[in-house]
């Protein structure tokens, strides 16, 4: 009797070791549906298996860098204030040898005659002017050069306007006294048929 009942239960245990077993190998080879194959193992490609130091030492030197935000807060901070734009700054002055100051322009040119009248022709056209340089009389209408050296410009009730031909200057001459005497300006007058006026005294 004693023999029936361990062949039985050797039997009941061959039958409970071959369903475990049965759903052991099939879990093996099914995992979570996923069908496990074999492959070969091929290693990662890495450049330097190394540590990278220079990538540790920049991940260590970095800071952080706030943007202005409270991230504990749901308000946003107000813009921030315009730049003002700096004035550019002054150059300083070198300390150096004075510069000379500027020559002053030269003085007008002066005319070596006295304009003591003038004269109009009896058609109207221009006037001349009456000049005395020492004992000489000249007479000289708009335009015309005066002794190779002053074109005459206009000639005017109390003023003369000459230019100088050698620096292009102008200048003015007053209308002086009468520096000849009346007969001698009516002889003008009369011997080219010229009304001639001067400054009354």
């Keep these: 009797m004693k023999q029936k009942h361990q062949v039985a239960l050797l039997a009941v245990l061959l039958i409970i070791a071959g369903v475990v077993w049965y759903f052991a190998r099939n879990d093996d080879a099914n995992l979570g549906g996923v069908l496990m194959v074999a492959q070969k193992y091929t290693p990662i490609e890495i450049e330097s298996q190394g540590?990278?130091?220079?990538?540790?030492?920049?991940?260590?030197?970095?800071?952080?860098?706030?943007?202005?935000?409270?991230?504990?807060?749901?308000?946003?901070?107000?813009?921030?204030?315009?730049?003002?734009?700096?004035?550019?700054?002054?150059?300083?002055?070198?300390?150096?040898?004075?510069?000379?100051p500027p020559t002053p322009p030269p003085p007008p040119p002066t005319l070596p005659a006295k304009f003591f009248g003038y004269g109009t022709s009896p058609s109207g056209i221009g006037r001349r002017a009456?000049?005395?340089?020492?004992?000489?009389?000249?007479?000289?209408?708009?335009?015309?050069?005066?002794?190779?050296?002053?074109?005459?410009?206009?000639?005017?009730?109390?003023?003369?306007?000459?230019?100088?031909l050698s620096s292009g200057r102008r200048g003015k001459a007053p209308l002086e006294e009468q520096a000849v005497g009346s007969g001698q300006a009516a002889g003008i007058g009369q011997a080219t048929g010229q009304t001639v006026a001067g400054p009354t005294t």
């Design 51 to 100: 540590l990278h130091l220079d990538s540790l030492d920049r991940a260590r030197k970095t800071e952080y860098k706030s943007a202005g935000r409270n991230i504990f807060s749901a308000i946003a901070p107000p813009p921030p204030a315009p730049k003002k734009d700096k004035p550019a700054p002054q150059p300083r002055e070198v300390p150096g040898p004075k510069q000379p």
């Design 130 to 164: 009456f000049l005395l340089d020492g004992e000489d009389v000249y007479i000289v209408a708009e335009g015309e050069v005066f002794l190779n050296r002053f074109r005459i410009l206009s000639v005017g009730n109390a003023s003369l306007e000459f230019e100088e």
